[in-house]
């Protein structure tokens, strides 16, 4: 069970540099860019239509038992997290999975993607992964994919943040060959680091400010504005920020519950979303211009200031919000007393991934 796949329009990537091992059919292995995030999980590979196809899914899954043969057998993805809210678990909660039961919960989920969607054996991956000093989680995550049936031509992993600068820049990979900036809204970190031809510089990663934080804040929030008459879970809670949190033009949720007893209530939230959201972002640039910046400028002065004069890419989930950009330009210019400029890519969401995928096409090429 999963969320549906669509598709879209990419322009052709890359020049082929030279011919990678050949499919069964005599073509070139399939490039995917892949990210298994705490919260969703993305995929990206070509589509026949020579556009690209895009798998997106929670990273989730929820056991249940067959009541006629008593087996045990689960749901993942989206239908787990709408049909299971009680017992569904992610287990990439923390970023990455830690050795045991949650490894082999993140393998079993990632299997039943690649299986439900056919993905291809014979292919490069390329995956997205964060910048994280846990070299044990990183062994475990890249287990997870290594373990599956998919990259058989190859496996490589690549910093989150460059990934997903890399639709920014434009069509290709002309990321790779400048220095610039990234923050990566991540929702269980915040990552930042500076980029030189394709080198990660003075990486820093926060959990004090994340995507997940807003989420538990919401919850907490709906039931004291609504005078604890009304209660939400925390994929709910996700869901309001993802389609109402709006820098430019936020206006009052009105949503109607069914109360015990009969009849309907209509609750209004105000405060509840942008507050938490509006504090997330002040984390965000504090933590930007009190330690990554200061950490950048220490280690590596001459580098510091080209980036800072360039746009500073923002990716990641919460990069989607309306008005974010433009709201951490000004707040990181006033911190600083000169004018930034800042971008995110079209679909932050996607597009470490789809910078993975390019990456991928590079190299199976």
Not at 46 to 59: M, S
Not at 244 to 255: I, K, S
Not at 262 to 285: C, K, N, Q
């Amino acid at each position: 069970m999963t969320e549906g796949t669509d598709t879209r329009r990419e322009t052709t990537l890359g020049q082929a540099a030279e011919t990678g091992p050949l499919r069964a059919d005599g073509g070139p292995p399939v490039p995917i860019g892949v990210k298994i995030g705490s919260t969703r999980t993305v995929l990206v590979l070509p589509a026949d239509d020579g556009g690209l196809q895009i798998i997106r899914t929670l990273t989730c899954l929820a056991s249940y038992e067959n009541p006629i043969t008593g087996e045990t057998k689960y749901a993942f993805g989206d239908d787990a997290a709408a049909e299971y809210p009680e017992k569904v678990q992610f287990p990439l909660r923390s970023g990455l999975p830690d050795a045991g039961e949650q490894t082999d919960r993140a393998q079993q989920f990632f299997d039943a993607v690649a299986d439900s969607h056919d993905i291809p054996a014979h292919s490069v991956v390329v995956y997205a992964t964060p910048a994280s000093g846990d070299q044990s989680g990183q062994a475990n995550l890249r287990s997870v994919i290594e373990e599956s049936r998919i990259g058989d031509a190859g496996i490589e992993r690549y910093p989150e943040g460059l990934c997903g600068s890399i639709p920014a820049f434009g069509d290709h990979l002309e990321a790779i060959d400048e220095v610039f900036l990234a923050v990566n809204l991540g929702s269980t970190s915040t990552e930042f680091a500076a980029y030189r031809r394709g080198e990660q510089l003075a990486p820093y990663r926060t959990g004090s400010v994340t995507g997940n934080e807003i989420d538990r804040e919401i919850v907490n929030n709906v039931e004291n504005e609504s005078g604890s008459r009304v209660h939400i879970d925390i994929n709910t809670a996700r869901e309001y920020k993802e389609q109402y949190a709006d820098f430019e033009a936020f206006e009052p949720v009105t949503e109607t519950i069914q109360q015990p007893g009969g009849g309907r209530h209509d609750f209004t939230v105000s405060w509840s979303i942008m507050d938490p959201v509006e504090a997330y972002l002040d984390g965000v640039v504090s933590e930007f211009t009190e330690q990554f910046l200061p950490q950048l400028a220490n280690n590596y002065r001459r580098v510091y200031r080209p980036a800072i004069q360039k746009q500073i890419v923002l990716t990641g989930g919460m990069a989607c919000v309306p008005g974010l950009v433009d709201a951490f330009e000004r707040r990181v210019s006033d911190r600083l007393d000169e004018e930034i400029t800042a971008v995110a890519p079209k679909r932050a969401d996607l597009a470490a991934t789809v910078g993975a995928y390019r990456i991928a096409d590079r190299l199976a090429h």
